[in-house]
């Protein structure tokens, strides 16, 4: 069975910073892409950042760029987002999915919620 | 980068009425079109890949159609647990992504 579990999520101050992870299972995590998708509270969803399947390329979105990184660890097939320079409109649940339309594969796990309050 | 423009962004419909929502890309983007439903506090469910194949489960009163830019996704005839927000995806540059706004259905 496939999961994905994220983790890492919590309330933190306007310039603060917060790593999220997910923990992957069930599937062969380096297979495909992996991204982080958001969605503030009463909004509707966005992409935040991807991985390429060979871990070589990472892609953001114009609102995180620069200050958001997507990372992973295949020996514990987890992936990161190591947000920075946080803002109030970064809050959000942040998803941790695997999509491919075509496949089609479609993995999301619960999602964590991120809070960036003062 | 790819822009989706989904419309309506809400509507009210009753038990056993045909629903459309309609999505437009801003390019070619073939057949690289999902929709999905969400219900609150959960992950989005997909039910429709490549622009109008049924995922495995879903039932056949969904239905979606298009290629190019233009894209529907029809309901024939809605079920009290069809009552959610519906998103259309595309990712034609994958992995790179666009949702649309999001169509809310609710309930007359």
């Known amino acids: 069975e496939v999961q994905l579990l994220e983790s890492g999520g919590g309330l933190v101050q306007p310039g603060g910073s917060l790593r999220l992870s997910c923990a992957v299972s069930?599937?062969?995590?380096?297979?495909?892409?992996m991204s982080w998708v958001r969605q503030a509270p009463g909004k509707g969803l966005e992409w935040v950042s991807s991985?390429?399947?060979?871990?070589?390329?990472?892609f953001y979105a114009d609102s995180v760029k620069g200050r958001f990184t997507i990372s992973r660890d295949s020996s514990k097939n987890t992936l990161y987002l190591q947000m920075n320079s946080l803002r109030a409109e970064d809050t959000a649940v942040y998803y941790c999915?695997?999509?491919?339309?075509?496949?089609?594969?479609?993995?999301w796990g619960p999602g964590t919620l991120v809070t960036v309050s003062s | 980068a790819i822009q989706v423009t989904q419309s309506p962004s809400s509507l009210s419909a009753s038990v056993g009425d045909r629903v459309t929502i309609t999505c437009r890309a801003s390019?070619?983007?073939?057949?690289?079109l999902g929709w999905y439903q969400q219900k609150p506090g959960k992950a989005p469910k997909l039910l429709i890949y490549?622009?109008?194949s049924l995922q495995s489960g879903v039932p056949p009163r969904f239905s979606g159609s298009g290629s190019g830019t233009d894209f529907t996704l029809s309901i024939s005839s809605l079920q009290p647990e069809d009552f959610a927000t519906y998103y259309c995806?595309?990712?034609?540059?994958?992995?790179?992504?666009?949702f649309g706004q999001g169509t809310k259905v609710e309930i007359k």
């Open positions: 999915a695997c999509l491919v339309i075509a496949v089609p594969i479609n993995y």
């Open positions: 069930g599937f062969t995590f380096t297979t495909y892409a």
């Open positions: 991985m390429s399947a060979n871990g070589r390329s990472t």
């Open positions: 390019q070619d983007i073939r057949s690289d």
């Open positions: 490549a622009a109008s």
């Open positions: 995806l595309q990712d034609y540059n994958y992995p790179l992504y666009t």
